[in-house]
């Protein structure tokens, strides 16, 4: 990765509001495959587009419920890594929003707050019928005891909601559902607020969360996309620093040892 602009340093350095973007390519390198990366084992024959749907989980529901038990319990086994460290620590100096599409746990588990999980959460759960939320520790082998089979994950059935029988879905957004109350309101709020966003991990083809750099651009906020290619939000943002998370971030931290220093 070549060496930051020295502008984009003193920027990062002196950012007292630093709102943050995320997206799969954040979680990447934890292991986390993006959802645009071709899936492997039993969900090569799937893609996410078709198991993320309202229509999917009608027409089965089992299969879609065992694909997100298989995901979570594949995050049980994995950490957050040096992208996450580097922006919980971020916030020992200046104010960090984070903002993610993601439905992982990395953020948190890396010790950062996050202001809105547009897309839901893996470790969220309510019934599909009432709606009644359903306490993950009730969900069977989200614990750490069942490892996930990387390959061919067992079909289990969702369980069944404690007040009305409906059977419980994943808390996560649907393509076609409306983003959970609020979350777009907050992620609008930290970057019109923010000194200087960071858009990590995102090829910006979904939407609504995919407009929010633009709120940040339209007001003259500085945005800096981190991401190894070049995305559909490339064209507004002020830098575009083309390497990985967990190499760049903590690059860009206040306060980190130029490249190549004595570690
Ligand atoms: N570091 C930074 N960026 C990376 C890395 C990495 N190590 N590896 C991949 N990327 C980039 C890819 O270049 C791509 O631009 O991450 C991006 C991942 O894009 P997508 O797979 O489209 O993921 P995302 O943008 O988060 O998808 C948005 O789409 O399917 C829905 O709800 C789902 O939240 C998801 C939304």
């Known amino acids: 990765m070549e060496?930051?602009?020295?502008?984009?340093?003193?920027?990062?350095r002196s950012a007292r509001t630093v709102t943050v973007l995320t997206g799969?390519?954040?979680?990447?390198?934890?292991?986390?495959p993006t959802f645009r990366d071709p899936g492997t084992g039993l969900w090569a024959r799937w893609s996410p587009e078709q198991l993320a749907t309202p229509g999917a989980w009608e027409a089965d529901p089992e299969l879609v419920w065992s694909w997100y038990l298989w995901r979570a319990r594949q995050l049980r086994g994995l950490r957050p890594n040096a992208g996450h460290l580097a922006l919980a620590r971020w916030a020992d100096r200046a104010r960090v929003q984070v903002v993610t599409q993601n439905v992982d746990d990395l953020h948190e588990r890396a010790g950062s707050e996050v202001l809105a999980h547009l897309h839901g959460s893996l470790f969220a759960f309510r019934c599909s019928a009432c709606g009644t939320p359903f306490p993950d520790q009730l969900v069977p082998g989200l614990g750490l005891d069942l490892p996930a089979d990387p390959e061919e994950p067992a079909r289990e059935r969702p369980p069944a909601c404690p007040a009305c029988g409906g059977p419980v879905r994943p808390s996560v957004v649907?393509?076609?559902?409306?983003?959970?109350?609020?979350?777009m309101e907050r992620g609008a709020e930290a970057v019109a607020d923010a000194d200087l966003v960071l858009v990590v991990g995102t090829s910006g083809l979904v939407q609504p969360a995919a407009s929010l750099p633009l709120i940040a651009a339209g007001r003259g906020v500085p945005v800096v996309e981190v991401n190894p290619e070049d995305t559909a939000l490339t064209p507004h943002a002020d830098w575009a620093v083309r390497a990985r998370s967990a190499e760049a971030l903590p690059r860009l931290l206040p306060g980190a040892r130029p490249a190549g220093a004595d570690s």
């Open 24 to 32: 799969a390519g954040m979680s990447a390198e934890s292991g986390v």
């Open 3 to 12: 060496d930051l602009d020295p502008a984009l340093l003193e920027l990062a």
């Open 174 to 183: 649907w393509f076609g559902e409306l983003l959970p109350e609020g979350a």
